[in-house]
C-alpha cells in the first residue's frame, strides 16, 4: 500500500479541527429572542441538561444563565465517538432599563429553557389628554371624566 503524505491536506484537517471545537465550545449556549406584546421571550437551547443544573439570576440589568452537562463513560463502556459538548455553559444578556426584572419567569421543556421578561409599568406607552387652551375652553379630566374650567388643572374639584 502506498501512502503520500500531504502537508497542507494535515493542515486543513487539523484548522477543521480546532474550528469545530471552537464551534462546539461550552461557554455558550444558542438562543433565540423576540418580543411578544408587552414581554420579551428569551429560549436557550439547553439539550440533556439535567433541570437541576440550571441556574437563572438577574442582577441589576444583566441576566445570567449557567447549566452543566456532564457524561462520562460507565465501566466497560468504550467511548468511540465524543463530540457533544460537555461542561459549564453560561450566557448573559443586559437588560433594558423598560423591563420588570423582578417578574422575570423561567420554564424548562424539551432541552430549550423559556425566559420571559415583561415591559415595566412606568415604560409602557400610555395616553396623554390634550386640553385646549382656548378662552372658555373646557377638558375632560382624563381620571374623573368631569368637565374643568380655564386655569383650574385636570382632575381638580370646581365649586359648585
Known sequence: MLMRFDPFRELDSVAQLLSDRA???PSTIPMD???EGDRFIVLFDLPGVDPNSIDVTVEKNVLTVQADRTWSANDGQEVLVAERPQGHFTRQLFLGESLDTEQVEAVYDAGVLR???PVAEQAKPRKI???DGGDGAQAIAPE???DTTEGQPVGAATAG
Open 129 to 131: 389628554q390634550v386640553a
Open 23 to 25: 464551534a462546539r465550545s
Open 144 to 146: 374623573s371624566g368631569r
Open 115 to 117: 425566559i420571559t421578561i
Open 33 to 35: 429572542a423576540y418580543r
